[in-house]
């Protein structure tokens, strides 16, 4: 599914299932606790918190999943293409970018054993 084909389909979800958008704020609201959510089980899985209870049944890529389908409900909302920002935004990091990650030491590889 490409990005537009989401907006698309996101939208006709809302009209259908949803009966209307929350409104943008509401949805910024909702965007946070989506993005909260995301982070709890990332803390899970790949830090050094541990599970509980309540976070059974739950997996990175639907919490994921929720965070994209309201994200994409305020592009929508506001009438941003997602198609079109995403290839300025690229276009301006790489421009932005060109050279600074590959010139930032503390990303270069770790030093191997001496031979």
């Known amino acids: 599914m490409t990005l537009a084909q989401a907006q698309a389909t996101v939208d006709e979800w809302i009209k259908t299932t949803g009966v209307r958008y929350f ?3 509401t949805n910024m609201a909702i965007l946070t606790e989506e993005v909260g959510e995301v982070a709890r089980l990332i803390a ?3 830090g050094e918190q541990s599970f509980k209870k309540s976070d059974e049944g739950r997996e990175l890529g639907d919490e ?3 965070v994209l389908f309201v994200l994409i409900c305020l592009a929508n909302q ?3 293409d997602l198609t079109e920002a995403l ?3 690229l ?3 790489t421009q932005r970018d060109a050279t600074r990650h590959r010139d930032n030491p503390k990303l270069a590889p770790p030093a191997g054993p001496a031979a």
């Open 23 to 25: 409104s943008e704020l």
């Open 44 to 46: 899970r899985q790949y």
């Open 64 to 66: 994921l999943a929720d």
């Open 78 to 80: 506001t009438g941003t």
């Open 87 to 89: 290839a300025r935004n």
């Open 91 to 93: 276009a301006k990091k």
